[in-house]
């Protein structure tokens, strides 16, 4: 029994030698970070979720989630809305997701139609709903009001940092720097035609057709004439709003107006192919918005800017699955693959223009290039003022109350994920009309 116990003991020991050396042979402060978890001091992490051995990751288990989609329109008809529903069959098949998991909702009108649906999305057991149409908003916090163990994520709202709703969330991406880059193509367009003597420099105007006065297309269609003018000094711009979202008539008969106002370049902030058909019809280049419109246009079709929505979709989900809080105001870019652009179509565009649209991605990226630098534009024939403010938590009066120039930029969806920006710079006419 003695020598039973001795061997024990000596066995324990040997125990002990052995822990002890593999700890003095770690760091004392290394952090172990597998993505998820984090174990720091040599205490061991809660770990409920299965470890990939091969790339060290935490595989999230979403047996238990159930995701509702609201979208303004169907994908069929809607290029906004199908940009939507690729994202959602991305995530969809990247996650796993059975197709009981998902539930889409098409063709929800900006109206009460649009929280009956999410109540719908509630009862059916959705532990997250998403909507995709700036007009949803006002009802999906109505039902996040009333429904607080739901995670209710909207697309293009400007209201969750004023609401503070712990479950209401706003997200976006930084279109305006796609739409930038989309500028740059448009801008190399022009110049070829100027080259090829179809006009001169001082009658190169763009056209652009957008669907309200809103600050979100303001902000896209500064930043796309901030990016031609970049490369065309001398260009110029007239915008056309429909007052509709999705209007494939008016959308069309906008661009046909824009053209024959002299227009040499057409592109859109609005969700219909009407703008692209009738650019194809007249012989007159075009950029788009969220689809590469090149079958539409093979021969006037140059490129699209559009948000690629996994990359947030992904996000919520994975939030809610670890128990973690979504971002109140979530905006991606061009690092986190949310801002895209669609191929170009290199038999329309101008001779350099991947190298130029390369060189702008990775200056982007590198933090080098901000679209509204101040040094870039003015209004009114002035420089905007270092203590220019902005209505960036929205009330009733849209009172401006956030300094938004930075460093000698506007710092747009810095604040807030929705853009602020809502300013006519001089070189651009945009007439509200009715």
């Not at 009862?123 to 009001?145: K, M, P, R, T, V």
């Not at 930038?180 to 056209?207: H, L, R, S």
Request: glycine fraction near 8%.
């Amino acid at each position: 029994m003695k020598k039973t116990l001795k061997i024990l003991a000596l066995v324990l020991s040997l125990c002990m030698v052995v822990a002890c050396f593999a700890a003095c042979n770690n760091d004392a402060d290394e952090t172990l970070t597998d993505g998820n978890v984090v174990a720091t001091d040599g205490d061991a992490a809660d770990v409920s979720e299965d470890v990939s051995a091969d790339a060290g990751e935490v595989a999230l288990d979403y047996s238990d989630i159930k995701v509702g989609f609201i979208f303004l329109h169907a994908p069929t008809d809607s290029t906004y809305d199908k940009n939507f529903m690729n994202a959602v069959e991305e995530v969809q098949a990247t996650l796993g997701l059975t197709n009981d998991q998902v539930i889409v909702m098409s063709d929800i009108a900006e109206s009460e139609a649009c929280y009956e649906a999410a109540m719908d999305l509630v009862d059916q057991g959705c532990n997250i709903i998403f909507g995709d149409s700036f007009g949803h908003e006002d009802y999906l916090i109505q039902a996040a009001q009333e429904c607080p163990d739901v995670q209710f994520c909207h697309a293009t709202g400007d209201s969750a940092l004023a609401e503070n709703i712990p479950n209401f969330h706003n997200a976006f991406a930084s279109i305006y720097e796609g739409r930038y880059v989309a500028g740059i193509v448009a801008g190399m367009k022009i110049n070829e035609m100027i080259e090829n003597g179809e006009f001169t420099a001082e009658e190169a105007k763009m056209g652009y057709v957008g669907a309200f006065p809103y600050a979100e297309v303001i902000s896209g269609y500064t930043s796309f004439y901030l990016g031609a003018r970049s490369v065309c000094p001398t260009v110029t711009m007239e915008v056309k709003y429909t007052n509709s979202w999705f209007d494939i008539d008016a959308e069309r008969t906008q661009a046909i107006a824009l053209i024959e106002s002299g227009c040499k370049l057409i592109s859109q902030h609005a969700d219909s192919e009407g703008a692209p058909k009738a650019c194809e019809e007249y012989g007159v280049p075009n950029v788009a918005y969220n689809v590469n419109t090149t079958d539409m246009g093979p021969t006037t079709a140059l490129i699209s800017s559009k948000i690629n929505w996994a990359p947030y979709m992904t996000y919520m989900i994975d939030c809610v699955v670890k128990g973690e809080a979504i971002d109140t105001d979530w905006c991606g870019g061009f690092n986190t693959g949310s801002v895209e652009l669609t191929e170009l179509n290199t038999a329309v565009a101008a001779e350099g223009t991947q190298e130029a649209i390369d060189a702008a991605i990775a200056a982007f990226k590198a933090g080098e290039l901000h679209v509204y630098d101040t040094a870039t534009f003015t209004v009114n024939g002035e420089a905007l003022a270092e203590d220019f403010q902005a209505d960036v938590v929205p009330d009733a009066a849209y009172t401006p109350d956030t300094d938004v120039v930075l460093d000698g930029y506007f710092a747009e969806s810095e604040f807030r994920s929705a853009p602020y920006f809502s300013i006519i710079i001089d070189g651009i006419t945009a007439v509200v009309e009715g």
